[in-house]
């Protein structure tokens, strides 16, 4: 029963009981744009928490870009893309985004929230099975539960536990995994992963919002690494507000699921285009990546030698290539205290507290980017060598 002296919903309580479990959420204010060296709340910083893995979210040429798009394209969208707001920098990168991850065509969407709410309660409903790595990311999650397929879970990367679960699959079954996982920065086994799915006569969709432009031969993400077709990976959805340093989101796969996409998911109908100058700027984000590979050169020798400092330190650091390095601290709270000495150094990380992670796995979640140099990634290294609750081994 409600407490007679707590606010209607219980949200005083709730917002007490989030501050006194230390899971009380607050957004830093920021004051200059997404780079390495940024201002907070009147304060320089160096930071190492954002998702801009190559530096393009305030490159030069995208900016222009931006502004010659809107001056080409005005700024709104005006309309959802099947009344009339589907233009032709839309159609540019759908072109451009097919090209780079070797689909046979694209659909640009407003978010990858969006994407994956579209993409999962399209293809499969009640009657249905859907298979999640426990890691997944909430979207990915919540479209299940909004889709009313059976909903399964399967163990972190476990392709025993997933072989199990397909065995009891009802109706059709459909296998989701992030490509890079975005709280711990390591791989799906996807090549593995395929061929289960072809086992079970499953389809594979893969959401690599962090493997898009960081991974692959041209960018093309871990779908590119592992060489994988249609066949085997039969939708692939990718973020452009992360490596490619813009906003939006898409998804590749044949001919027949895009159209599929286009007639009947609600997320993509039901909503305005996003601002054309958006897909021209990310035109020019995808020409930087081909230009400027430099970019992922750089970015995967900041990795190496973050990962080889904080060896030497002794540091918690879970097993990832990625620029995704998590450090393993325990308790929200000691993620917070860590966060905080961290800050009076004059650098920025942000604390990833349940339920993002699991209860005792909270974590300084460190990203590293192609802006960072290489004195910039030492003085993270001297301040966490500073700091005992970063290299103190935690209690089994
Ligand atoms: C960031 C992220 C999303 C959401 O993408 P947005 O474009 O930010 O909505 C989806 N999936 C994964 C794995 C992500 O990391």
Not at 35 to 44: C, N, R, S, T
Not at 252 to 272: C, G, N
């Amino acid at each position: 029963m409600n407490n007679p002296l707590t606010t209607p919903f219980n949200l005083t309580e709730r917002l007490a009981k989030q501050r006194s479990e230390n899971l009380y959420r607050q957004r830093l204010l920021l004051q200059s744009p997404q780079q390495p060296q940024v201002k907070v709340a009147g304060k320089d910083y160096l930071a190492f928490s954002s998702n801009d893995y190559l530096g393009l979210a305030n490159h030069p040429q995208v900016v222009a870009a931006f502004k010659e798009g809107a001056n080409l394209w005005g700024v709104g969208g005006g309309a959802s893309h099947l009344v009339l707001g589907h233009s032709n920098p839309h159609h540019q990168l759908e072109l451009a985004l097919a090209e780079l991850t070797g689909r046979e065509r694209v659909l640009l969407m407003s978010s990858g929230y969006m994407a994956n709410l579209a993409v999962i309660t399209t293809l499969v409903g009640k009657g249905d099975s859907i298979f999640h790595d426990r890691l997944n990311h909430a979207s990915l999650l919540d479209a299940g539960l909004l889709s009313g397929a059976r909903f399964s879970r399967y163990l972190h990367k476990d392709l025993i536990n997933l072989t199990q679960r397909l065995t009891s699959a009802m109706g059709n079954p459909l296998i989701v995994t992030d490509g890079v996982f975005s709280m711990d920065g390591d791989l799906a086994p996807l090549t593995e992963l395929a061929a289960v799915a072809k086992a079970h006569k499953a389809w594979l969709m893969v959401d690599d919002a962090h493997g898009i432009g960081v991974l692959g031969a041209t960018g093309g993400g871990l779908v590119e690494q592992e060489g994988l077709g249609v066949d085997d990976v039969q939708i692939l959805v990718g973020t452009l507000g992360k490596a490619l340093g813009t906003a939006g989101a898409f998804v590749a796969a044949s001919e027949e699921i895009i159209e599929t996409l286009i007639q009947f998911a609600r997320p993509y109908i039901y909503t305005t285009s996003s601002p054309p100058a958006i897909a021209h700027a990310t035109l020019t984000s995808l020409k930087l990546l081909q230009e400027e590979s430099w970019r992922r050169t750089h970015l995967q020798q900041r990795i190496q030698q973050f990962v080889a400092g904080a060896q030497s330190l002794g540091l918690n650091l879970l097993p990832s290539s990625t620029p995704i390095q998590p450090l393993i601290v325990g308790t929200s709270e000691d993620a917070l205290k860590l966060t905080k000495a961290l800050r009076e150094q004059g650098i920025l990380v942000s604390a990833i507290r349940p339920p993002t992670v699991p209860k005792g796995a909270a974590r300084l979640r460190i990203t590293l980017t192609a802006a960072h140099t290489s004195e910039e990634v030492e003085q993270l290294l001297d301040a966490l060598a500073a700091s005992s609750l970063a290299t103190c081994p935690l209690e089994p």
